[in-house]
């Protein structure tokens, strides 16, 4: 489908009416950027479908917004993904700095629950992620020395270790 007969369609098309705008493994970019345009301006909400050989691509069409909502929608990024501004990178550097802490001082390494409670994290599974994160960048090494021990992190720039202790 192309980006004119797309908008063409979501002008005529009536609240719960959609549309294929495109099949396969994924939409082209001239007609994705015109769906998300359309979703961005509330007129419609995209969704996919697997069939054999990739997915098809549908857009349904919104009631139209009352003005409270446009004035809402006005205040948004539009749809786009847009950068934190302290950047994703500020929790994996606070879980860094109490890994440190805890080698320098000679303690036990916490717990992924300990170190989501102390760096402001949702739960141990983001913790988990910030410590998978550090491990790939090489800016810990993981020991993990049993199930019933805690992991032993060493930080690569100092090349100091956390205590092994039992949990």
């Known amino acids: ?11 005529r098309a009536r609240p719960g009416d959609d549309v294929v705008y495109a099949t396969g493994a994924r939409p ?10 359309l979703h961005a301006s509330g007129m419609v909400t995209m969704t996919s479908k697997r069939i054999p050989g ?14 409270s909502q446009r004035r809402a929608r006005k205040a948004e990024n ?5 950068r934190r501004s302290d950047g994703a990178k500020r929790s994996t550097r606070i879980v860094l700095r109490l890994l440190k802490r805890a080698a320098a001082r000679g303690e036990p390494c916490p717990t992924n629950a300990e170190l989501a409670r102390a760096a ?15 491990v790939k960048g090489g800016l810990i090494q993981v020991e ?3 199930p019933t021990e805690r992991r032993v992190v060493t930080i690569a ?11």
Do not use: C, N
């Open 1 to 11: 489908m192309k980006p004119e007969q797309l908008h063409s369609w979501a002008t």
């Open 28 to 37: 082209g970019d001239v007609i994705s950027a015109a769906v998300r345009a």
């Open 54 to 67: 990739g997915f098809r691509f549908i857009a349904q069409r919104l009631p139209d917004p009352r003005p």
């Open 78 to 82: 539009g749809g786009h993904f847009t």
């Open 120 to 134: 402001g994290l949702k739960d141990a599974l983001a913790a988990s992620y910030r410590i998978r994160r550090l």
């Open 144 to 146: 993990e020395p049993g």
């Open 157 to 167: 720039a100092t090349g100091q270790r956390t205590r092994r202790a039992m949990l």
